[in-house]
């Protein structure tokens, strides 16, 4: 069994490839394979919506599965192969994902909110979900009525997850109810898929169990700055290119979080620190341009605003990276900049240690 999946154009395929590759590397029935997502230009195509991507606020369940057709259709995919799309648009019913016979959308951002593991676990669980969901036939337009969606969690992969705060049952349950592998041998779902799918679920589930108690033990680590601007945690230095280490000791320096509003507000304040780090290497001009596309979405020059896409995720994505290859997977989720949403809703971005634990050399950033 096929099942391709790919991204809507704002989406990180760094991202994608991740998720993919998670799945992938787990044996079994199901092969799943990266498909090379769709460019804006593209998508305008099937939906002039598509223009505003970096504003839209959601979409209605409709275009989305018009999207996955006219992508199916375009990329010559098999109608018995799953197609599947991992997209930062939310959806009008704010579900985490959704599915029309094979075809599938995921909500690939904002699993920060729920846990601090990669959402690349979340997402890849809800990609089986679906499949498994789909193979049962499962009616999702008629949820209350449905048998075999749970409206109150039970710790099966039908759980229906009203709060958002339950999928976490759900992920770290791993389990399919007697109720629905029933129904899976009544639709003829093989055994083998089932085992893939228990399998992928059980692979994930670990991720949410263990990996959180290695984190608490080393939630005591130490991070520095010395007077060089070197990263370092606990005894390990990271190494980071110049401008996601300047994002990086930017939220050292701001232990309560900064929502993207406030970053861009701040945004002097920022290049100061990338033109300390800089030193004699700093261009004024360019480092300017790079430091507001990073902290802000647009600029405005008398009455002419110019949008853009910022860089901030890229960053962010570059800070994870440089932590893992030092940290290893587990421990780099800990010390990364994550979103973290409050009380009043809102959301902001921080590194979600204690103030206690950070330590910067004050010649640093001294003139
Ligand atoms: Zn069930």
Known sequence: MNIHITCTPEFSTDKLREVVELLAKIPGEMSFHYLEPFTVEQSLIINDKFANINTLQSLEFEVFFRYLSAVR???RIAQEDFLIVITSIQNCEEWFSAFNKKD?????VEWDLISNVDAKFGIAHQCVENIFQSLIKLDIDNYETEPNIHMKSIGCINDFCDEKSEILIKLK?????????????????????????????????????????????????????????????????VDMTELPKTLYIFFLKNPDGISRIDLCRRVEEVKQIYKVLKRDKFDSESISESITRMCC?????????????????????????????????????????????LEDKTSVFKINISPDNVQIDPSFLEE
């Open 173 to 237: 349950s791993a389990d399919i109810c007697d109720s629905c592998y029933n129904r899976a041998l009544k639709e003829g779902v093989s055994d083998n898929v089932i085992a893939h799918i228990l399998e992928i679920t059980e692979h994930i589930r670990k991720e949410f169990i263990t990996s959180k108690r290695i984190r608490r033990k080393h939630q005591s680590d130490v991070i520095r700055i010395d007077s060089d601007g070197n990263v370092i945690i606990g005894e390990r230095q």
């Open 104 to 108: 599938v959308f995921v909500h690939g």
């Open 297 to 341: 979405s647009k600029t405005k020059e008398g009455i002419k605003i110019e949008k853009f896409q910022s860089t901030l995720d890229k960053n962010k994505s570059m800070v994870k990276s440089a932590l893992k290859t030092e940290l290893g997977e587990i421990l780099s989720s800990l010390y990364a900049i994550n979103r973290v949403s």
């Open 73 to 75: 259709l375009l990329n």
